[in-house]
T-cell receptor, first 113, second 108 residues
């Protein structure tokens, strides 16, 4: 298995809703990433997990809450989002600490209404 | 000045043309990535380079570490190559610094 699988592919949520994005990989990668991408912009790093521990939080608002329950799974819990949070959310994985390639998921297109 | 600069920003070409996209960077790197993103889609990693040249099918990527420059070439371009091509460098902390991307359109 050489894929990063993200679910759902599309999500529409209200500003009072709670939802979660899921990311899964079975390549034995021990680093996992959440990126946010607005239209026509490069991805912006949100969080990095290394060996299931949060190692980087790029000053992301607390309405985004990451979780890494095991080495294959990464979640992003969403609560009280704003319309400006609408974006493509990308998950990626890689080996830790060496210049290996990244594997990206196909993303979740989130719309906040 | 951005740490990773790509040129051109937009490129439109006819099917069959040879395509070159350039990337210059100003930071020390451990590797450089070329990535492809189709509209509304996820990102596909094309190449990771730390020196020299790599080839995969019709795609060729080169890097010159001394000049801090990389190029992505597409031979015999095809409309399905239409996408955004992104250069991203991996810094000494193994984090990616992204270029702004080059939007490529290949017309039949």
């Amino acid at each position: 298995d050489t894929e990063v699988t993200q679910t759902p592919k599309h999500l529409v949520m209200g500003m009072t809703n709670k939802k979660s994005l899921k990311c899964e990989q079975h390549m034995g990668h021990r680093a996992m990433y959440w990126y946010k991408q607005k239209a026509k912009k490069p991805p912006e790093l949100m969080f990095v997990y290394s060996y299931e521990k949060l190692s980087i939080n790029e000053s992301v608002p607390s309405r985004f809450s990451p979780e890494c329950p095991n080495s294959s799974l990464l979640n992003l819990h969403l609560h009280a989002l704003q319309p400006e949070d609408s974006a493509l959310y990308l998950c990626a994985s890689s080996q830790v600490g060496v210049a290996y390639g990244y594997t990206f998921g196909s993303g979740t297109r989130l719309t906040v209404v | 000045k951005n740490e990773v600069e790509q040129s051109p920003q937009n490129l439109t070409a006819q099917e069959g043309e040879f395509i070159t996209i350039n990337c210059s960077y100003s930071v020390g790197i451990s590797a450089l990535h070329w990535l492809q993103q189709h509209p509304g889609g996820g990102i596909v990693s094309l190449f990771m380079l730390s020196s020299g040249k790599k080839k995969h099918g019709r795609l060729i990527a080169t890097i010159n570490i001394q000049e801090k420059h990389s190029s992505l070439h597409i031979t015999a371009s095809h409309p399905r190559d239409s996408a955004v091509y992104i250069c991203a460098v991996m810094d000494s902390n193994y984090q990616l610094i992204w270029g702004a991307g080059t939007k490529l359109i290949i017309k039949p």
